[in-house]
C-alpha cells in the first residue's frame, strides 16, 4: 500500500464534486465568523477505511489526523486559522513536527507518522473555500481532500444543534459582565469565554470522556448554573434548548484562552488577555477548543 500527497490542478474550488463524504465539522462565533471542514474521500475501494480527528494543538492551530481501519494514523498535519483584515481569511497547513510526536507517540504503532513536507498558506475571501489535497492510496480510489470553508455572516443564528446563545446576557454572582449583544450561535456543543475568568462549555447531555458535570438548568430563555461556589444566570432573546425544561451539564476551565484572533471583533488586535473579549461560540466537536490527553485520542 503506498501513500502519497495529492497534487490537484486548482487549490480553490467551488464544490466539492462526487465522492464519498468522511466527515463533517463546522464552528460559529458571535462576532460572525463561520467554519466548516468537510473531508472526501473519493471513491475508496474494497475494505478501506478512514476516520478524521481534529484535535486542538495550540493557540489557532489544529491537528487533523486520518486513521485507518486499525486505528492506526496513516497522515496527520496542523491547521491554523486566522481572520485577515476585515473580511478576509488565512489558512496555514503545516507538516506536525515534536510536538505532536511527543503528545501522541504510538499515533502510528511508534513510526513516524506521514505528514506534509512543508507549510503551505491559502488567503480566502469571505465565504471562499480551499481543497486541501491530503493524501491518496494508490490502487484503492481512496483520494483525501480536506475543504476547509470560513466566512463572516452578521448573523449565525441559522445553525442548526441543540443548544442556542442569541443576545445572551451574564451576571456572574449577581454582578453584570459585558456581553456582545444581538448575536446567536447555536450548535451541538456551545460556549462562551469571560476574560479573566477562563472559558464555559456547556452540552444539554453528559459527555463521555470529558470531565463535565450536572451544574444547573435551564428554563426557557434563562440558564442557570453554579460552579466552584459562583453562580452564573443567563438570559438569552430566545429559548436557549429545544425543550422548555433541560438539565445542563457545564465544564469550566479557568485556564483556557482563545487563540489567534479569529475570536475577536477586530481581527487585527493581538489576542492577550488585555485585548481579550467575551464570546460566544457553537461547534459540532468539543475538540475545537479543549485540548484532549493522548489517551483519549488513540
Not at 193 to 220: C, L
Not at 224 to 234: G, I
Request: one cysteine or more; hydrophobic letters at 35%.
Amino acid at each position: 500500500m503506498r501513500i502519497r500527497n495529492v497534487i490537484l490542478a486548482g487549490v480553490v474550488v467551488a464544490g466539492l464534486g462526487c465522492g464519498w463524504s468522511a466527515d463533517y465539522e463546522n464552528v460559529t462565533l458571535n462576532n460572525g465568523v463561520q467554519i466548516s471542514i468537510h473531508t472526501s474521500l473519493g471513491k475508496p475501494t474494497g475494505t478501506t477505511s478512514v476516520s478524521v480527528e481534529m484535535l486542538r494543538a495550540a493557540g489557532d492551530s489544529f491537528y487533523r489526523i486520518f486513521r485507518d481501519q486499525n486505528r492506526l494514523a496513516v497522515f496527520a498535519y496542523e491547521l491554523q486559522v486566522a481572520r485577515s483584515g476585515t473580511a478576509g481569511f488565512r489558512l496555514t497547513t503545516k507538516p506536525v513536527e515534536d510536538e505532536f510526536a511527543r503528545r501522541f507517540p504510538d499515533a502510528d504503532g511508534g513510526k513516524p507518522v506521514p505528514t506534509f513536507s512543508a507549510e503551505k498558506d491559502y488567503t480566502l475571501n469571505n465565504g471562499e473555500p480551499a481543497a486541501i489535497a491530503v493524501y491518496e492510496l494508490e490502487g484503492q480510489g481512496l483520494t483525501v481532500v480536506d475543504t476547509v470553508q470560513m466566512g463572516l455572516r452578521p448573523d449565525s443564528s441559522e445553525s442548526g444543534g441543540g443548544l442556542r446563545f442569541s443576545g445572551l446576557s451574564l451576571t456572574v454572582n449577581g454582578v453584570p459582565v459585558k456581553t456582545v449583544p444581538g448575536s446567536t450561535v447555536s450548535g451541538r456543543y456551545v460556549m462562551f469565554y469571560v476574560p479573566g475568568r477562563g472559558g464555559y462549555f456547556f452540552s444539554s447531555d453528559s459527555v463521555p470522556g470529558r470531565q463535565f458535570m450536572k451544574a444547573g438548568y435551564i428554563e426557557g430563555n434563562k440558564m442557570q448554573f453554579t460552579v466552584d461556589n459562583v453562580s452564573y444566570e443567563c438570559q438569552a432573546q430566545l429559548p436557549i434548548a429545544a425543550t422548555p425544561s433541560q438539565e445542563l451539564w457545564v465544564y469550566y476551565d479557568p485556564d483556557y484562552r482563545p487563540g489567534g484572533n479569529w475570536t475577536l471583533q477586530d481581527p487585527d488586535a493581538g489576542a492577550n488577555e488585555a485585548q481579550a473579549e467575551f464570546f460566544t461560540a457553537a461547534a459540532d466537536s468539543l475538540d475545537w477548543w479543549i485540548a484532549v490527553s493522548p489517551a483519549r485520542a488513540k
